[in-house]
């Protein structure tokens, strides 16, 4: 098996410089950096991790809690996406992701005392409610952490520009003419759903326009389910909207379905845009008009966050947030 010293010998450098550059260290220029990888590679050196571990005093792993409230989970579309990014980001600096079981409360065992005992860098939150006690519990403690949309916490945070995107989409719908709009809100206790509807509020005064009693509707925890039963409500509205800001795209299609189902049709008796711009967004009849969420500008930022804070052993608050993007496409229509 070839070993570190057999790589540092036929680059020409000590076994010390060929650790740092094959572990990233900034104190190694990127002509030695490429020489040693260059002679690892054609060698097929295979570090060992635990011997990386002794050396390095790091488990080159990261821990992922990902927790919401409506049971979907990973499968929600715009989580698995920022979740994949992520991965992608974070293998290419050589770390590993750790999920933890969800049997660890049976043994009365947190998310932070078991990635304490698998001694990970760092932790990446997803998150859609900041005071679960777990949650806090991993804020307050010194290891690096990211969060991914939240703010004003304990931590660096990354997240989207919710209320320009509120604002887009109300902008958006009365460039077409639109003046009686509502707005199904995501849960107005959770970050996202209270930012876009500041986004929609601001927009709407902005523009002038009044937001009577019952135009905006608290769809939970924005669930196709939730955007059924949200526009339920609406429909029975004595002065119906004539379009409709869903505060996300799993909403806006459960919304469609049941406006659908109440013989109204789309865009022609109504518009409906979304917030996220998941894949199946662009696959639904009347292709969703919505809000695009970078989901690849979201991992990649919180991947180089994370890493930072790891390289330089020090838990740091930083604030990213990333722009957001209007997609047109069949869900909204101009009205005289």
Known sequence: MTTIYDVAKKAGVSSTTVSKALNNYPDVSEKTKNIILTV????GYLPNSHAQSLTTKKT?????????????????????????????????EGYDLIFPSKNLRNRNTSYLEHFQYRGVDGIIIICSAQDDPQVVEI????IPIVVIDMSEVNSSVV????????????????SLGHQKIAHISGAAESFTGAERIKGYKRAMKKNKLPIPEGYLIDGGLFSIEDGRLAVKKLLTHPDRPT????????????????????????????SIIGFDDIEMASYICPKLTTIKQDTEALGKQASQLLVSQILQKKKSLKNEMIPIKLIERESCKAIT
């Open 243 to 270: 379009a409709i800001f869903i505060a996300g795209d799993q909403m806006a299609i459960g919304a469609m379905e049941e406006l659908k189902k109440s013989g109204l049709s789309i865009p022609e008796d109504i």
């Open 139 to 142: 804020l307050d403690s010194d």
């Open 60 to 92: 080159w792993s990261i821990g992922v809690m990902f927790t919401e409230g409506n049971g979907v989970g990973m499968k929600h579309p715009f989580f698995n996406a920022v979740i994949e990014s992520f991965r992608k980001h974070a293998e290419n």
């Open 159 to 174: 997240y989207s520009d919710n209320i320009a995107g509120g604002e887009a989409a109300v902008d958006y719908l009365v």
């Open 40 to 43: 690892a590679a054609e060698m």
